[in-house]
């Protein structure tokens, strides 16, 4: 078969500053992420060296303020920087959408002193964060979260984000949280009051603190070199002035921070369904069956045109989301929407290049079977595509009677 090689994606992209960052992403995806992806995803090497290359490279934060250490970038072009990242490897992309979910909390809701105090470091200097919210009994429910921070004795109450009232005691599990255990801070949601989303405070926890642990990561069926694990708070003290926003202000804070990653999501399910798309092409267009290419045959001409529509198509819708976001025009529909068009498609677009490949498909020797099997957690993360739809009927039939 002739090595077709994919062509890069047509992106239209608002300045020449962002067409240079989609040059540099793409040559590090293409010498530094890709080549060692399969053997390293096989393994279930977590590739920290990327990550600390992406963050020298200013990568890792890039929709957040220059004055921090942030790239000042628009969220458009941000995604669609994930979204080359995920092509190359799922485990980078997603890591990078996590990371940039974990510092939202304190980019915006945390105070000045606390933003120049930390956030140069967690956007530029080598850190990688992790997202505490979902705990083995509350998932979807993330309200009924059980997960407690209680005063330390003798400590007083503080007013407002981080102004100093003491130490606060962590204790409980989180689960299912990417970089559990490798994270060097973790955005944690914990409650402080009585039941319900208004009981619900954040904190920014030093990785290295004392009685926080992480636990084995899970055996996943996909993104075998990205750590999900649960994470144990035993004890764990943590001074007032890491408090982000005001006391009973988590859910709320950590609502705003999953509309914005249901964005990173999708971004990254366009780009493993572009990768899956590459390499359906490569294969139909080389594979000679009854003396010709498969793709002449128009069964498969027509699941290939399916594929790259359902594709644009989710790229579009990520798009759009991300310019209302940028615009400062409320977007949380639009983002369930791409989140729930941009997976669903994903996981549609990979089966049918396993088709497309057939046996071969079914085969380590080539990616699509890993593409497959990666497409399917991107339904369930950051809220389960069943909760988008929720979301979505709220707005536009209001809640639902109880």
Known sequence: MPDRAPQPVDRQLPTEEARDLISLVRDIAQHEIAPKAAEEEDAGRFPRDVFGLLSASGLLGLPYDSEYGGGDQPYEVYLQVLEELAAARLTVGLGVSVHTLACHALAHYGTKEQ?????????????LGAYCLSEPASGSDAASLRTRADRAEGAAPGAGGGAGGGDWVINGTKAWITHGGVADFYTVMARTAGEGARGITAFLVPGDAE???????????????????????????????????????????ALSALDSGRLGIAACAVGVAQAALDEA???????????????????????LADMATQIEAGR???????????????????????????????????TDAVQILGGYGYTADFPVERYMREAKVLQIVEGTNQIQRMVIARHLAGPESR
């Open 281 to 303: 092409v490569a294969y139909a267009t080389g594979r000679q069956q009854f003396g010709r290419p498969i793709a002449d045959f128009q069964g498969l001409r027509f699941m």
């Open 115 to 127: 933003q120049a105090e930390h956030l140069p470091a967690m956007l530029g200097g080598g850190l």
């Open 316 to 350: 579009a819708l990520y798009l759009a989301a991300a310019r209302l976001r940028d615009a400062g025009r409320p977007f949380a529909k639009q983002a369930a929407m791409a989140k729930l068009h941009c997976t669903d498609a994903a996981m549609r677009v990979t």
């Open 211 to 253: 009685g926080l642990g992480g636990a084995v990561p899970e055996k996943k069926m996909g993104m075998k070199g990205s750590p999900t694990a649960q994470v144990h708070f035993d004890g764990v003290r943590v001074p007032d002035e890491r408090r982000i926003g005001e006391e009973g202000q988590g859910f709320a804070i």
